[in-house]
Nanobody, 125 residues
Framework: QVQLVESGGGLAQAGGSLRLSCTAN????????MGWFRQAPGKEREFVSA????????DYTDSVKGRFTISRDNVKRLVYLEMNSLKPEDTAVYYC??????????????????WGPGTQVTVTS
């Protein structure tokens, strides 16, 4: 079993920054690929970013490219999402997720086996 807990969410002004963290506990071996998703009120959960187990591959949805950076520290079992130049449309609950297997279809929520409870990010204009 893997337990994931997000932190770092909160309130930010447009143009500001936040850094989300995801802590992996339990049998969270370093071979898990990790993803960040978000869900705004009334919308479906959407892919934000993903990173493979070693950190050698990263991917982003187009709307956050150049603004968000995903990284991981396998020693500390932490995954980060650095969010810069925030926009009001980034407002959502952000979830981290973990999966094993091939690093493909990383933008598909149901390919992930474990999820955190989420952390709220609110960006004001």
């Amino acid at each position: 079993q893997v337990q994931l807990v997000e932190s770092g969410g909160g309130l930010a002004q447009a143009g500001g920054s936040l850094r989300l963290s995801c802590t992996a506990n339990g049998n969270a071996g370093i071979t898990y690929h990790m993803g960040w998703f978000r869900q705004a009120p009334g919308k479906e959960r959407e892919f934000v970013s993903a990173i493979n187990w070693s950190g050698s591959s990263t991917d982003y949805t187009d709307s956050v490219k150049g603004r968000f950076t995903i990284s991981r520290d396998n020693v500390k079992r932490l995954v980060y999402l650095e969010m810069n130049s925030l926009k009001p449309e980034d407002t959502a609950v952000y979830y981290c997720a973990a999966r094993l297997g091939q690093y493909n279809n990383f933008d598909v929520p149901h390919r992930y086996s474990y999820w955190g409870p989420g952390t709220q990010v609110t960006v004001t204009s």
